[in-house]
């Protein structure tokens, strides 16, 4: 029913996380309403992301540049590597006082999105040298705990101390929205696998 440049901005915003398609009609008819200004803005900001932000060859956050301003900055302990899943949560992590740097596995494990640890990053993990301590912060619900299960075999025999943030986060929580107290706890007292 829909004219056919409708119809393909649907099909390309349902492309997006969380996004159905009465959700990625709305976005559409946005922005048919709100005029080309609109759109141009869009346009730009998209423009902008592909043309400055890179992947960090290190810890594979997003970043202006590579290394990330975190893991070339000398005052940071590399020996000791937050693992999460996302950038987002660095920021919440960051507010704790933490000083070590990070590595972004870009999700977790997750079979219902046929999402195997293949498609992490798993092996350039692995390929890091210097870590003594490997903190693990994921979100502690059934993909998170499957994702620290796997790390801490793939990590087993290699003289790096595995931990994980302590029970304080309620199961099922986001780490990205946990409150500094909480998770400054969870990462005092976390725990050797
Ligand atoms: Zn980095």
């Known amino acids: ?16 996380p969380g996004i159905g398609p009465k959700v990625a009609e709305r976005f559409v008819y946005h922005f048919l309403m709100n005029g080309k200004g609109e759109v141009k ?11 400055t932000i890179q992947s960090c060859e290190s810890c594979f956050t997003f970043a202006e540049s590579s290394p990330c301003s975190l893991c070339g900055n000398a005052m940071r302990d590399k020996t000791m590597v937050c693992v999460v899943a996302m950038p987002s949560q660095i920021p919440a992590i960051e507010k704790t006082g933490y000083h070590g740097v990070y590595h972004v596995l870009r999700g977790v494990i997750n079979p219902s999105e046929d999402k195997g640890p293949e498609h992490l990053k798993i092996i350039e993990l692995k390929k890091r040298t210097g870590i003594k301590e490997l903190i693990l912060a994921l979100n502690p619900d059934l993909d998170g705990e499957a994702t620290m299960l796997y790390l801490q075999q793939e990590f087993k025999n290699t003289g790096v101390t595995i931990t994980r943030l302590a029970r304080g986060l309620p199961m099922g929580s986001d780490i990205e929205y946990a409150d500094e107290i909480t998770l400054g706890d969870a990462f005092k007292n976390r725990k050797t696998l």
Do not use: W
């Open 41 to 51: 803005r869009f346009i730009d900001g998209f423009e902008e992301l592909a043309k």
């Open 1 to 16: 029913m829909l004219p056919t440049s409708i119809h393909n901005l649907v099909q390309l915003f349902t492309r997006l």
